[in-house]
């Protein structure tokens, strides 16, 4: 990831939770095979494994920044309602999460004017 070759990376995650579904670390690696199709602007494929990571993951703690970031991918999928749900519901099913965090799905949630 840090390199920019996300192709690797996501044959990396994706064998990392083949190999070891069971681990502590399924969540993480969910969360950035998601950035690696994200990144490359494959928004189909990222919101299908930040979906995942909200819901499978619930627990890890990178199920916040799923749910961030499928809000952000279904807005550049045009798909507005759904990533105003997505923005607006982080509080509520986060909030423990961070504050920077909330802030950022409330600041997303203004851009697109969510009711």
Do not use: H
């Not at 950035?35 to 890890?60: C, M, P, S, V, W």
Request: proline fraction near 3%; charge should be positive.
């Amino acid at each position: 990831m840090e390199k920019g070759d996300y192709q690797t990376a996501e044959k990396e995650f994706t064998a990392f939770m083949r190999d070891y579904p069971k681990s502590d670390l399924v969540g993480n690696a969910n969360y950035w095979l998601g950035e690696t199709y994200y990144a490359r602007k494959l928004y189909e494929q990222a919101a299908g494994i930040f979906a995942d990571g909200f819901t499978k993951y619930k627990n890890n703690t990178k199920a916040p920044d799923n749910l961030l970031k499928l809000g952000l991918t279904m807005n550049n999928l045009g798909k507005k309602q759904d990533a105003c749900t997505a923005f607006k519901s982080l509080p509520i099913e986060f909030p423990k999460a961070s504050q920077t965090l909330k802030n950022r799905a409330k600041a997303e949630a203004k851009k697109l004017n969510c009711k």
